[in-house]
């Protein structure tokens, strides 16, 4: 996949595409250092929303990843608001690849002052591993009573609806790089689960214009401030 991660851009400059933007990649090896892509990193993105909603309560909040795979980027979040971190680990059976246990981490500063916990993830799909993490969090952590789950992508299919619905998160965050159908969000309202649709267009926009103008566009993803 490395290799086809290259051959794209040539040959879409092949055919006359001079640059190529992509919003947060969800398989690390389709990233590319190719000259022709742009891969836009929402971190700066989805750490001005978590300001906006907890900035006068980032005492009482953590940072959490429902796997192994999504503890660097849940590491990356919590360290620029400067927050303590909680991983949940899945066991899956080696047979039938099933989720059988789910074990809990934290870098030990889970005091009782922490209510808050906002996973962060770059795809929800089934929402099943979302699902699991937030019962074992909530298990370890009870203290903690506000579940909120933030993602780049949403590909939403059938079974989320029923595992939000069965979860313990009350807010779903996500982007609009991949369309949500408003009869999800009305059947999430009717479940009493709220969702926030985060617009990456002007992200986007700043993007095209600095390439426009020869600016460097890296420092548009790193600004924290909302400038």
Known sequence: EAKMSNLFPDLLKECGIDRIITCRLHNPASATDHPQMINIDTTGLIVKEILLKFKNDLSKLAI?????????????????LGVPVIIADKQRDKRGGETTTMN?????????EITIIVFIDDLIQTFKSLKGAGFAVSKKFPHIVTYIAVATHADFVIS????IADSVFESIWVTDTIPIDTRFVAKLKAINKSI????VAKWIARVIDNLHNNVPVSA???NTNGN
Do not use: C, F
């Open 64 to 80: 959490g990843a429902a796997d192994m795979g999504g503890s660097k980027y849940a590491r990356i979040v919590a360290g620029i």
């Open 196 to 199: 926030k649709i985060i617009t």
């Open 104 to 112: 809990v981490y934290d870098d030990g500063n889970i005091s009782e």
């Open 220 to 222: 548009l993803w790193t």
């Open 160 to 163: 989320t609806i029923g595992n």
